[in-house]
């Protein structure tokens, strides 16, 4: 699936950042991207009538609301929504280890992390 065809889903509580973030998606070609600040938005967006299938999350471990991350994504999964995930946290390098396994996430970024490493995960995973 082209970059330009894909919906991405963007959780993350710091405004400034879901910007940035929403920006780099952009430069890279993604068109369709939602953003939500919180875990109860993104549990709406997710389970919006009709569904909505997001191909990819990008999300912040530390988001308020509506239980803690793994909840959340153990959430979407349950919907059948299958994305590919990033998890972003601003937490120690031991949480890679227990955040890959309990979402199952494709990658796991320790903030803060660069503009370059989010541009090549997504330029490696999802062809222009």
Known sequence: MKRSEISVLVVEDETSLVNVISSILKI?????I???INGKNACQLISQTPRKTYHLM???????????????????????????????????????????????????????????????IIESHFPK
Request: one cysteine or more; aromatic letters at 8%; charged letters at 30%.
């Open 58 to 120: 990008i999300f912040d471990t530390d988001c308020p609301v509506k239980g803690d991350g793994p909840r959340i994504l153990e959430y979407a999964r349950s919907l059948d929504h299958n994305p590919e995930l990033i998890i972003a946290s601003s937490g120690q390098e031991d949480n890679k280890k227990l955040w890959s396994g309990k979402s199952e996430a494709n990658y796991f970024l320790l903030k803060p992390y660069s503009i370059l490493e989010l541009k090549k």
């Open 28 to 32: 890279t070609g993604i068109k369709n």
């Open 34 to 36: 939602d953003q939500a």
